[in-house]
C-alpha cells in the first residue's frame, strides 16, 4: 500500500467537466485564494471511500500526497489521518496533529480545513495545551489562521467557548472576508449550544466585528434580533 495507489484510483474516477466547476468554486484564477490549484472532479463520497481503502497508508505516504498537484490527492491524504485519529489513543492523535501542521502550507484551501482540522486539531487539544492554536491564529498565513479558529469546533461541542472568543477577538481585524466567515460560523455554533454567551461577545465587540461575520453569527436568531444588531 502506497500513495502512488491512492493516486491511481483518485485517476481513475477522474471527472473532467466537473473538475472545471470545482477550479471554478474554489476561486484557482490569477489572484484568487486557491490560484494554480488543479482538480480531479471527484466528489467527496468518493473521496471518503477511498481514503477507507486506504486507512492504513504510512505517514510518509500520506505526506507524498500532500504534496501532489490535485485537490483530491491532498484532501484523500488529510482524510486518511481523519480517519487514523478517530481509532487512535491520545498519544497517535498528538503525532497526527504534528504531521498535519508540519505540513499546513498544503492544507490550502477552506474545505481542506474545514474537513480535517477540528478531528486532527481540535480533537488532539480538548484535554490539553492550546497555546498552538493561538501561535496559529497570529501567523501571516491565511490557512493557518483559519486552522486557528475552525479547530475550536471541537471545544465548543464540549461547550468550551473562551478559546473561541479569545482566536475570534485575535482576527476581527483581518482582511479576508474566508476569516470573517469562519469567525462567524463558529461564533453561530456558539450560539446554537448557548445565545447568552453569543450576545455577550457581539455586544462586546459589535464595532469591531466585520459584516460578514456578524450576518453569519446572527444568522439563527429570529429576524427581530438579527435587525437589532444588523442596526446596531
Known amino acids: 500500500m502506497i500513495y502512488t495507489d491512492v493516486k491511481n484510483d483518485l485517476q481513475a474516477q477522474a471527472n473532467p467537466e466537473r ?3 470545482s477550479a471554478w468554486f474554489f476561486k484557482t484564477g490569477p489572484g484568487q485564494y ?3 490549484d488543479l482538480f480531479l472532479g471527484l466528489s467527496m463520497p468518493q473521496q471518503h471511500t477511498i481514503a477507507k ?3 492504513n497508508l504510512p505517514a510518509d505516504n500520506v505526506e507524498r500526497l500532500l504534496r501532489e498537484p490535485y485537490h483530491e490527492c491532498r484532501m484523500t ?3 486518511i489521518w481523519v480517519y487514523q485519529a478517530r481509532k487512535a489513543g491520545e498519544n497517535q492523535r498528538l503525532t497526527l496533529m504534528d504531521h498535519y501542521l508540519a505540513n499546513r502550507q498544503y492544507v490550502n484551501n477552506w474545505d481542506l480545513v474545514d474537513a480535517t482540522c477540528p478531528q486532527l486539531v481540535g480533537r488532539s487539544l480538548l484535554q490539553g495545551d492550546r497555546s498552538v492554536l493561538y501561535d496559529l491564529a497570529q501567523e501571516n498565513h491565511l490557512w493557518s489562521q483559519r486552522i486557528a479558529i475552525v479547530s475550536t469546533m471541537t471545544f465548543i461541542r464540549a ?15 483581518h ?5 470573517h466567515k469562519a469567525i462567524g460560523w ?10 447568552d ?3 455577550e461577545f457581539l455586544h462586546d465587540h459589535i464595532r469591531q466585528i466585520p459584516r460578514t461575520a456578524l450576518r453569519y453569527a446572527i444568522e439563527k436568531f429570529d429576524p427581530p434580533r438579527r435587525k437589532y444588531y444588523l442596526l446596531l
Open 175 to 179: 482582511k479576508h472576508d474566508l476569516i
Open 19 to 21: 473538475a472545471k466547476v
Open 197 to 199: 454567551a453569543l450576545e
Open 159 to 173: 461547550d468550551q467557548f473562551a478559546d473561541t472568543f479569545s482566536i475570534a477577538e485575535l482576527l476581527l481585524a
Open 77 to 79: 491524504g488529510l482524510l
Open 186 to 195: 463558529m461564533l453561530r455554533e456558539v450560539g446554537k449550544r448557548n445565545a
Open 34 to 36: 486557491g490560484e494554480g
Open 53 to 55: 481503502k486506504y486507512l
